[in-house]
C-alpha cells in the first residue's frame, strides 16, 4: 500500500506596505503610496481638526471594512458563489479609557444580494469564514462584529 | 486651612466613525465617508488586485502613520514646541502564521525638523509620548516602533 502525501501548499511568509506622511500645516497633512492618489488627511473635528477629510480613525475602520469584503470576495470565487451586489456600512467605537483612548469596538454591516435561495446558507458560511480570516481584523485589539444582511436579487 | 480640589477635566467617552463601502466589482470597490473624497479601493496586487489602488493594508498602516502625526502635533502645541516640517515614512510587515496573515509590525519613521539645538531634548518626549497615546497604536495587536530622524532646520 502506498501512501500518497499532498505536497505542503507553499505561501509566501510575508508582505510589506508601504506609506508616507507630509506637507504636515497645522492638523492636516497628504497621506501618499507609490502610484497611488494622494489623500488629504486631518485629525475629526472633536480633536481639533477640519471636517471633510479623511482622517486616521475613518482608515482604522475602513482597513477592517474593505479587508471583509475583498476577503468575502475572494473566498467566494473560491466556493464559487455568485452573487449580486456587495455594500456595506460600518461604524467604529472610540473610547478613553484610565489613560488614553483605543477602538473598542467595529460593527461591519454588509448588505449583499443573491440569486436563489439555495445560496444563502452557502453565503453565511463564506461570510463567517472572511470574518474568521481577515487580515486586518486579525490584527486589532478591538472586537469585530459583523451583522449581514442577505437579500434575495 | 482651605484645600481646592482642582476639578475633575471632563472628557467625552466616546466617539463614534462611520465608513461605507459600495461599488464593488472584482476585487475593487469605494471607500466613501459622509463629505469625504471618495476612495477607489482594491486588494493589493499580491492577492489578486490592480496595482495603483489603496488597499486596505494600506489603511491599516496609513492609521498608526497619520494618528502618530496628528497626537505629535496635538502635543507639540501643548508643550509650547515649535517644529518646521514633519514628515514620515511608513512600513507594515504582514506574516502568514498557521490559520491566516496577520500584521506583526508596523514601522513609523518621521523626520521632525526643529529651529534650536535646545528643542530635541523636548521634541524627543513629545514624540515619545504621542507615541504612548496614539489611539490607533493603541488599538492594534502589532508591534509599533517608530524610528524618528530630528534636524537642525
Given at each position: 500500500m502506498t501512501t500518497t502525501l499532498t505536497p505542503p501548499r507553499i505561501r509566501p511568509k510575508s508582505f510589506t506596505y508601504r506609506t508616507n506622511v507630509g506637507e504636515v500645516k497645522g492638523r492636516t497633512g497628504t497621506l501618499t503610496g507609490e502610484g497611488k492618489p494622494p489623500i488629504w488627511v486631518s485629525s475629526p473635528p472633536e480633536f481639533k481638526g477640519e471636517t471633510g477629510h479623511w482622517t486616521p480613525e475613518d482608515f482604522f475602520v475602513a482597513s477592517i471594512e474593505v479587508c471583509l469584503m475583498l476577503t468575502f470576495v475572494g473566498l467566494a470565487e473560491?466556493?464559487?458563489?455568485?452573487?449580486?451586489?456587495?455594500e456595506s456600512s460600518s461604524e467604529g467605537l472610540l473610547e478613553w479609557d484610565q489613560i488614553s483612548y483605543h477602538f473598542t469596538r467595529v460593527i461591519v454591516a454588509p448588505v449583499i444580494t443573491l440569486?436563489?435561495?439555495?445560496?444563502?446558507?452557502?453565503?453565511?458560511?463564506?461570510?463567517?469564514?472572511?470574518?474568521?480570516?481577515?487580515?486586518?481584523?486579525?490584527?486589532?485589539?478591538?472586537?469585530?462584529i459583523v451583522e449581514p444582511l442577505f437579500r434575495l436579487e
Open positions: 473560491k466556493r464559487g458563489l455568485s452573487f449580486g451586489t456587495y440569486f436563489d435561495q439555495e445560496s444563502f446558507a452557502t453565503a453565511r458560511e463564506v461570510l463567517a469564514k472572511a470574518h474568521d480570516t481577515c487580515l486586518v481584523a486579525n490584527s486589532v485589539k478591538c472586537d469585530v
